[in-house]
């Protein structure tokens, strides 16, 4: 049975550089509050105009020219977001008609900060299963146009930034390398704890001016419940992991966790008693780019030579869902 190698990664951030200085000319916040609460100095937010799918076609290109491959040459696109160009189609047929590769399946994954590990869950099922020998896996994220810059909104505001990450993934017959295992997980109990409650397909109309006029089409979050959760199944998915492999915290190299908040990456570190070289943290500089903020991490671990062939490595997520997932992989 072929395995699924990571064949090359790519990124893309737009220009535009938002600081917790610039926030506080639109909210009630201070840079030494967003600093010390969630470790975010900056973020990225799009121009006007700039789309989910420019941006993902961008970090599929740059992934694509590190795998020594062309648009030509992959056989499905699967890609996460829950900031959709539009609410039908997803965004993964724009960005196919950006590559020029029509006919290619396209699927969007709805996991939101998990997006990306659940979609190379699936991509690895395909690659194993001989269905597909080459997938573009992205995560794309545009958080600035939807966010409520008001100090209303300020809780949520303050933490997400735009970005994509890509990854080319490839058929190995080399089994002493690429995804081990992935560990998926679910709890729609605690769906409203982080939600964009309209537009709702189930009302009708499907929203209302006063809906928006009381900031309902915006995101919500009960932070510390979010919070809470986040550092008790992230280490728990990463021990998963390790378990089904018969591995333990000691062999691994790296850990690529999603970035939602400095202080939640320190609490997975210190549980699992990783050193801080072996923890990847680009969340000052960008914020939470959700779907976006695993492969942009993978991708400059990449480029900064933090990762060598036969590392072991585990990317491992928690978001909105509640979905949080990890995949162990070695490099
Ligand atoms: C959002 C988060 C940083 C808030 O930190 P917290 O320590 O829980 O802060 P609280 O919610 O208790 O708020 C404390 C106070 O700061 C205020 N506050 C909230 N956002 C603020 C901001 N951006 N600037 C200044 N003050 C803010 C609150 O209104 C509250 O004021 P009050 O005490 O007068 O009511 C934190 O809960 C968190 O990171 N949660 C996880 C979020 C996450 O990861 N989401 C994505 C998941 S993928």
Not at 289 to 308: D, K, Q
């Amino acid at each position: 049975m072929p395995r699924t190698a990571i064949a090359g990664t790519g990124y893309y951030v737009p220009e535009r550089v938002v600081t917790n200085h610039d926030l506080t000319l639109l909210m009630a916040t201070s840079d030494e509050w967003i600093v010390e609460r969630t470790g975010i100095r900056e973020r990225r937010w799009v121009p006007e105009g700039m789309s989910g799918a420019e941006m993902a076609k961008r970090a599929s290109l740059m992934a694509l020219e590190a795998a020594g491959l062309v648009p030509a040459d992959v056989d499905a696109i699967v890609l996460g977001t829950l900031n959709p160009d539009h609410f039908a189609p997803g965004t993964g047929v724009f960005l196919q008609r950006e590559l020029g590769m029509a006919g290619v399946p396209a699927i969007d994954i709805r996991a939101q900060c998990s997006a990306f590990v659940y979609g190379l869950s699936i991509a690895d099922a395909f690659i194993r299963s001989g269905q597909y020998r080459t997938i573009l896996l992205v995560g794309v994220e545009i958080q600035s146009t939807g966010i409520d810059v008001s100090t209303r909104g300020r809780d949520i505001a303050v933490l997400f930034g735009d970005g994509a990450g890509a990854a080319v993934l490839t058929a190995t017959e080399d089994q002493d390398r690429g995804v081990l295992s992935t560990h998926l997980h679910a709890d729609g109990r605690f769906a409203e704890m982080l939600w964009v409650e309209f537009e709702s397909g189930k009302h009708h109309p499907r929203i209302t001016a006063d809906m928006i006029h009381e900031g309902r089409h915006f995101p919500s979050m009960n932070g510390k419940e979010v919070f809470k959760h986040a550092v008790v199944r992230m280490p728990e998915a990463v021990e998963e992991a390790l378990a089904a492999n018969g591995l333990g915290v000691g062999d691994l190299d790296l850990v690529i966790p999603h970035q939602a908040n400095l202080r939640i990456t320190q609490m997975v570190q210190r549980r699992l008693g990783l050193s801080d070289a072996q923890v990847v943290s680009n969340i000052h500089k960008y914020g939470n780019t959700t779907a976006a903020t695993i492969p942009i991490a993978l991708a400059e671990a990449v480029r900064e030579g933090r990762l060598e062939r036969g590392d072991l490595l585990c990317l491992v997520a928690f978001g909105s869902g509640f979905t949080w997932g990890s995949a162990l992989v070695r490099w």
